[in-house]
């Protein structure tokens, strides 16, 4: 497959709603180590709001993308919520008018959301947050000349391995960051979410 259009991103929703509901507890589990305890109720009822919200109606990428990530910040009580809407219309407004994504137009469309986050947080790679696993993981899609198939494995790797690079980091954003050198030995929810995307887009190639 060379590209995902609109109906096939939609689909892709699903299925990333699809696995934070399976998912959920472990989110909260990590969550509770170093936060509020609400990360994996926060990004089940995120995703699954946007699946019957006004974004499934939209006929443009970009519009689709806009409306899910303010549907998300509206139906997550967290501050990834957030994160996620700076991300998503980062992305959005990077791929303008586009109809559909290559692999390439998808690392773009990551490396976008990083931007925005960075932009609008201060964050980087390397503080243990979210961007570490989706910063390779866009990495390798920008560089990758595969069909997606192939691509969105090897992005799923990267990601896998920059959350799992989280355990030996120390937070400094968020509540995490109240918790200084304890912090140290813990995954990062974050960087699970971000890795979790990935499976999901990967779960939907597989079908």
């Known amino acids: ?3 995902f259009n609109l109906a096939q991103v939609k689909e892709i929703f699903k299925e990333i709603s699809r696995v934070m509901d399976e998912n959920k507890d472990y989110l909260v589990e990590l969550d509770s180590k170093a936060g509020d305890g609400d990360l994996g109720i926060s990004m089940s009822s995120g995703f699954r709001a946007v699946l019957v919200s006004e ?17 998300i910040n509206e139906a997550s009580p967290s501050s990834l919520g957030t994160i ?5 219309l980062g992305g959005a407004k990077a791929i303008g008018d586009k109809e559909e994504l290559t692999v390439k137009d998808s690392g773009e469309f990551f490396t976008a959301c990083v931007k925005a986050v960075m932009g609008k947080t201060g964050s980087k790679r390397g503080e243990k947050t979210i961007l570490d696993s989706v910063i390779p993981a866009a990495d390798v899609l920008l560089l ?10 090897n992005a799923l ?25 304890k912090s140290i030995g813990n995954i990062d929810g974050g960087a699970v979410v971000g890795m979790l995307i990935f499976k999901a887009i990967c779960d939907y190639l597989s079908k």
């Open 1 to 3: 497959m060379k590209s």
């Open 55 to 71: 974004a499934m109606e939209e006929t443009s990428l970009k519009k689709f993308f806009m409306k899910a990530g303010m549907t």
């Open 84 to 88: 996620l809407f700076i991300a998503i």
């Open 144 to 153: 990758s000349e595969d069909d997606l198939e192939v691509a969105f494995p």
């Open 157 to 181: 790797a990267a990601a896998e391995q920059g959350m799992q690079a989280t355990v030996k980091m120390q937070a400094v954003h968020g509540r995490a960051a109240y918790y200084a050198e």
